[in-house]
C-alpha cells in the first residue's frame, strides 16, 4: 500500500465538541483529498489538495468545517462545532500520480458526534 | 439525480455464479472510469479502469458506453471472497472522483 495513515481510527464525541483528524501520507504527495462516507450519501469530496494548496473546497459543508494542509506530509480536517449529522467515516487520500484515477485511501476515522 | 447512479444491491449469488453490476452517470464530460472495491468497515480500493474498447482482468470484465453513459462490471465464476461492494467512479477531471454509494455482493457457498 502506499501508506496514508489517519488518526484517531475512532472518535465519539458530543456535540458541540471540536473534532481534530489527522491525515500523514507515508511519502510526501502532491495531491491528498478528504472524503466522508455515509450510508445515505456514499463518498463525497470534502476538499482536495495540490503542492499543499486547497483547489477545490466546495464540497466542505460548512464553515463549521476546515481542512490544512501544512506541509506535504501532513493535513487536518477540522469540525467545529461537531453536530451529530456529522456523523460519518472520513477518509484521506493520496493520488498514484497523474490522470490514472487511482486513490489511495487511508483506514478512514469514524466519528460519532453524539 | 446523483451524478452517478447504482443499484445498491445486496446481490446475492452462489458460488460459481457470474453476476454483473450497472451503473449510470450524468455528466457527459466526464473523462474516464473505474471500479472500486470496498469490503466491510475498510477503505476502497482500485479494481480496475474502464475503457470503451471493453477491459478484462481475469475474472473481471468492465465495459463503458459513452453513448448511454453506462458502465458495467461483469464477476464469473464468483469467489466467496469477492463479497463486498463495489464502487461505480467517474473522473470529472483534475483528478476530482465522483463516487456512486455502491452496489453490494454477497457470494455464498
Known amino acids: 500500500d502506499a501508506g496514508v495513515i489517519q488518526s484517531p481510527r475512532h472518535e465519539v464525541t458530543e456535540m458541540g465538541q471540536e473534532v481534530t483528524l489527522r491525515c500523514k501520507p507515508i511519502?510526501?504527495?502532491?495531491?491528498l483529498f478528504w472524503y466522508r462516507q455515509t450510508m445515505m450519501r456514499g463518498l463525497e469530496l470534502l476538499i482536495y489538495f495540490n503542492n499543499n494548496v486547497p483547489i477545490d473546497d466546495s464540497g466542505m459543508p460548512e464553515d463549521r468545517f476546515s481542512a490544512k494542509m501544512p506541509n506535504a506530509s501532513f493535513s487536518t480536517l477540522k469540525i467545529q462545532p461537531s453536530e451529530p449529522r456529522d456523523s460519518a467515516v472520513y477518509f484521506c487520500?493520496?493520488?498514484?500520480?497523474?490522470?490514472?484515477?487511482?486513490?489511495?485511501f487511508g483506514e478512514g476515522s469514524r466519528l460519532t458526534v453524539l | 439525480r446523483k451524478e452517478v447512479e447504482q443499484d445498491p444491491g445486496p446481490f446475492n449469488v452462489p458460488e460459481g455464479a457470474t453476476v454483473a453490476f450497472n451503473c449510470t452517470y450524468s455528466n457527459s464530460a466526464s473523462q474516464s472510469f473505474f471500479w472500486y472495491r470496498q469490503d466491510c468497515r475498510k477503505e476502497p480500493k482500485l479494481l480496475m479502469s474502464v475503457y470503451s474498447s471493453g477491459n478484462e482482468d481475469g475474472r473481471f470484465t468492465a465495459q463503458l458506453n459513452r453513448a448511454s453513459q453506462y458502465i458495467s462490471l461483469l464477476i464469473r465464476d464468483s469467489k466467496l471472497s469477492d463479497s463486498a461492494t463495489y464502487l461505480c467512479v467517474v473522473n470529472r477531471g483534475f483528478q476530482k472522483l465522483v463516487f456512486g454509494t455502491g452496489t453490494r455482493l454477497l457470494v455464498s457457498p
Open positions: 511519502s510526501g504527495h502532491n495531491s
Open positions: 487520500a493520496i493520488s498514484a500520480g497523474g490522470n490514472t484515477g487511482e486513490l489511495f
